[in-house]
């Protein structure tokens, strides 16, 4: 009886150890897949996995995932819901006319959620304008897109008076301050907010007749004068009131800024970009492509906006890089960050949605699915252009999962290795432990 039993168990440990070992094996391939197959799609493609990825947010939303990110930073409510309105705009924007009509429906929907007292109860109506730069910069952007979705003899004419009332708020607001950078909290100031605000006035000129032409010229020019003395690329938290530099550039915000600048002024977002590729994009233990949150050479903390800082890179900063790289024609970089992603994030998919990190941080999937989807919208696509990355990027990740997929073998093959029909044993090698064998051969 007793010798029964142990066989029993012996044979379920042996076959408990051979379902394991498939596991690994099959984590090591379809890792080693995520890395090779195009996570990214050209201007006019869907961007793999990037509906499924919205299906998921909305369910989330629906759930009250903005309340829940409220809780996690100041703007948690406002860019979970933004961020979903502004993929499905480029989505949108990539499809023919007539296949718009999902994209519209969910952008409006989006859309209706900032302007409410809930989207609108971080921010302060004392600001100029109102609610602040922030807030009134990505919302008319957002409405913006609405109407870019729309032919120009469809547009509804509510939208259209309010996308043209906030513009020209934004340009008076603009236009009278001494510094080019508008405050979005009171006594606080970010230049990436505000690039935001003037990516929406060249896009009201294109989609209206021009007003603001000047007003962006002066931005620029003033931008120009502020920027960072160390890096040269545009600060990422100045004084209030002169708009001079209180703290220097910063991944988390210059991954960002990009996404807009392109549409601002294509040759002056092409300097800053390359700028900020060369001190910015790093290959931390030489595993991919990804990006610090301070330049090369320096240090420092990870807050609110960087997020927790692994060998001084930046998660988020890296996600929106994805999109800055998509805008400027940049395929090489994109193309790894999105793969890398694709590994790193541990994405679950089903038939009907798509989650990364299991679904824990909803406004992860927010900024991956909106960095994925990435096109200008005011500027003509950027023909590929791909600074140097080396092709060879992928090879030790790929060398890591080969490493992980034969591990659960290796033992079962040295011990064939010792028992086939005329092998002796190996000169100084210690014997195999009899369990190990029991459990990958059985008994003998």
């Given at each position: 009886?007793?010798g029964?039993?142990?066989?029993a ?17 099959a ?10 197959v ?17 299906a ?17 930073f ?30 519209l429906?969910?952008?409006?929907w ?38 870019s ?26 236009d ?20 935001v ?8 000129d294109?989609?209206?007749?021009a ?16 920027l960072?003395?160390e ?13 001079a ?47 610090r ?51 790193a994030?541990?994405?679950?998919t089903?038939?009907?949605?798509k ?18 989807a ?22 030790p ?6 490493l ?41």
């Amino acid at each position: 009886m007793c010798g029964e039993g142990t066989t029993a168990s012996r044979t379920v440990l042996r076959w408990s150890y051979a379902f394991l070992a498939v596991v690994v094996t099959a984590a090591g391939v379809s890792g080693g897949v995520r890395l090779i197959v195009p996570a990214v799609a050209g201007p006019t493609a869907d961007p793999p996995g990037v509906r499924r990825q919205l299906a998921f947010l909305r369910a989330q939303l629906d759930d009250g995932a903005g309340t829940a990110a409220q809780q996690l930073f100041p703007e948690g409510y406002f860019f979970l819901h933004a961020l979903y309105g502004l993929s499905w705009v480029d989505l949108g924007r990539r499809a023919a006319e007539e296949d718009r009509g999902t994209a519209l429906r969910e952008a409006r929907w989006a859309l209706d959620r900032l302007d409410s007292p809930v989207g609108r109860e971080p921010f302060s109506p004392e600001l100029a304008p109102s609610y602040g730069v922030f807030y009134r910069g990505w919302t008319n952007w957002l409405r913006g897109g609405v109407l870019s979705l729309q032919t120009a003899r469809s547009r509804d004419p509510v939208e259209l008076t309010r996308f043209a009332e906030d513009a020209a708020a934004l340009a008076a607001a603009f236009d009278a301050a001494e510094s080019p950078y508008l405050p979005a909290y009171p006594g606080q100031a970010w230049p990436v907010d505000s690039t935001v605000a003037i990516a929406s006035l060249r896009l009201h000129d294109t989609l209206l007749p021009a007003r603001f032409g000047g007003t962006v010229e002066r931005w620029l020019s003033g931008v120009r004068q502020r920027l960072d003395p160390e890096t040269g690329l545009l600060p990422h938290r100045v004084d209030p009131a002169s708009g001079a530099p209180a703290e220097g550039a910063r991944g988390s915000s210059q991954s960002m800024i990009l996404r807009f600048l392109v549409d601002i002024d294509p040759a002056f977002a092409r300097a800053q970009y390359l700028g900020f590729r060369e001190r910015f994009v790093a290959t931390p233990l030489g595993l991919g492509p990804a990006v610090r949150e301070y330049p090369a050479g320096t240090s420092g903390q990870g807050d609110v906006d960087s997020g927790p800082l692994l060998l001084g890179i930046s998660l988020s900063a890296t996600v929106v890089t994805l999109g800055a790289a998509q805008v400027q024609g940049d395929a090489a970089l994109a193309g790894a960050l999105a793969n890398y992603g694709e590994l790193a994030g541990v994405p679950v998919t089903t038939p009907w949605s798509k989650r990364y990190a299991f679904g824990a941080m909803p406004i992860g999937d927010a900024f991956l699915a909106w960095s994925k989807a990435a096109r200008p919208w005011v500027a003509e696509q950027v023909a590929e252009q791909s600074p140097s990355i080396s092709r060879w990027w992928r090879m030790p990740l790929l060398c890591l999962l080969a490493l992980l997929g034969a591990a659960p073998w290796l033992p079962a093959l040295r011990a064939r290795r010792r028992h086939r029909p005329g092998a002796g044993p190996v000169p100084g090698a210690d014997p195999v432990p009899p369990s190990a064998e029991q459990l990958l051969q059985g008994d003998r």
